[in-house]
């Protein structure tokens, strides 16, 4: 069964940190770009962070640039989001998606995780 799974939610106070992982199984993520997307409550989801299939390109959202980097390692088919800085806009349940290439349309992306929440507060 091909599926992503989203881990290292969790409940941070404002200014700390969490690293949410993306992990594929069933397929590799070496021809895949990944996206995280989050949705907080009563909100539509939006794009956080993307990283092409090397690595080599990323993207961030306004919002989140400058407090979140995103890696992936190839060789334990993981794709890291790194979040510094939290702050309570960023409470929701973070989602990560493969596609092809980087971007934020979410319909063009194939594969979804279950999401992770995240909260930040004190």
């Known amino acids: 069964q091909l599926q992503l799974v989203e881990s290292g939610g969790g409940l941070v106070q404002p200014g700390g940190s969490l690293r949410l992982s993306c992990a594929a199984s069933g397929f590799t993520l070496d021809y895949y770009a990944i996206g995280w997307f989050r949705q907080a409550p009563g909100k539509e989801r939006e794009g956080v962070s993307c990283?092409?299939?090397?690595?080599?390109?990323?993207n961030f959202a306004d919002s989140v640039k400058g407090r979140f980097t995103i890696s992936r390692d190839n060789a334990k088919n993981t794709v890291y989001l790194q979040m510094n800085s939290l702050k309570p806009e960023d409470t929701a349940v973070y989602y990560c998606?493969?596609?092809?290439?980087?971007?934020?349309?979410?319909?063009?992306?194939?594969?979804w995780g279950q999401g992770t929440q995240v909260t930040v507060s004190s």
């Open positions: 990283i092409n299939i090397s690595g080599g390109s990323t």
């Open positions: 998606a493969a596609d092809a290439t980087c971007s934020y349309y979410q319909h063009y992306y194939d594969y």
